[in-house]
C-alpha cells in the first residue's frame, strides 16, 4: 500500500516564476493538505482541500494557491517566486471520516529559488 | 510569543537512555496532539496520537498531555542510534484540520 506521494523531489527556480508541485494521497484518504517547512523550523500550514475545494488556510499569500482533483490527488501552485519561497514543500494527506483524522506525510518536494 | 515553544536541542544522549522531549503550549483550545519524527531532509513520520489529556504508550514511546499545565512531552525509553533524527510536536483543536507544529528538537544517540 503506497503511502503518500509527491513530485517533483527537487526543484530550482528563479525569482519571478511560478511553480507547480504535485501531491498523490495515501489509498483511502480524501483530504490533502499543504505545509511549507523552511531550514530548522516546524512546518507551517498553507491549505487544506477535501471534495475539490479549499476548506482552510493559513497566513499565506495568494500566490499560493491549489487544486485537488476527483481522483483526491492535489497540486499546489506559486507564482511570482521570491527568494524566501525556498523551502520544503510537505503534503500530508488523511481521511476526513475517520475518528482522528491523522495527517500522514509524504516525503517532501524541496524547492530553492535563486 | 508562539502558539508552540519546543526546546531545539540538540539533545545528546547515550544508547539505551532513556529521553524526555517536550512542548508547552497557549492555545488551550488544542484537543489533538502528536508526536512526529523528521530523519534529516525526509517527511515527518507520526508517532504518537493523543486526544485530550493522559498517557499513551506504544512499544518503547509514551506520550504524555498534561492540558492543565498546557504541556506535553514524549519518552524513549532504551534509545538506539536510529532514534537520531529531529522530533516534532504539533497540536490542533476540535474545529480545526490544521496542525500547529513546534519547531523540533533535535535528537542524536550516541552508540
Known amino acids: 500500500d503506497a503511502g503518500v506521494t509527491q513530485s517533483p523531489t527537487h526543484l530550482i527556480k528563479t525569482r519571478g516564476q511560478q511553480v507547480t508541485l504535485r501531491c498523490s494521497p495515501k489509498?483511502?484518504?480524501?483530504?490533502v493538505s499543504w505545509y511549507q517547512q523552511a531550514l530548522g523550523q516546524g512546518p507551517q500550514f498553507i491549505f487544506q482541500y477535501y471534495e475539490e475545494e479549499e476548506r482552510q488556510r493559513g497566513n499565506f499569500p495568494d500566490r499560493f494557491s491549489g487544486h485537488q482533483y476527483p481522483n483526491y490527488s492535489s497540486e499546489l501552485n506559486v507564482n511570482a517566486l521570491l527568494l524566501g519561497d525556498s523551502a520544503l514543500y510537505l503534503c500530508?494527506?488523511?481521511?476526513?471520516?475517520?475518528?482522528?483524522?491523522?495527517?500522514?506525510f509524504g516525503p517532501g518536494t524541496r524547492l530553492t529559488v535563486l | 510569543q508562539k502558539e508552540v515553544e519546543q526546546d531545539p536541542g540538540p539533545l545528546s544522549v547515550p544508547e539505551g537512555a532513556i529521553v524526555s522531549l517536550n512542548c508547552t503550549y497557549s492555545n488551550s483550545a488544542f484537543q489533538y496532539f502528536m508526536w512526529y519524527r523528521q530523519y534529516s531532509r525526509k517527511g515527518p513520520e507520526l508517532l504518537m496520537y493523543t486526544y485530550s489529556s493522559g498517557n499513551k504508550e506504544d512499544g518503547r514511546f509514551t506520550a504524555q498531555v498534561d492540558k492543565s499545565s498546557k504541556y506535553i512531552s514524549l519518552f524513549i525509553r532504551d534509545s538506539q542510534p536510529s532514534d537520531s533524527a529531529t522530533y516534532l510536536c504539533a497540536m490542533r483543536g476540535d474545529s480545526s484540520y490544521k496542525l500547529i507544529f513546534g519547531s523540533g528538537t533535535r535528537l542524536l544517540v550516541r552508540p
Open positions: 489509498s483511502g484518504h480524501d483530504t
Open positions: 500530508a494527506s488523511s481521511f476526513l471520516g475517520g475518528p482522528n483524522n491523522e495527517q500522514f
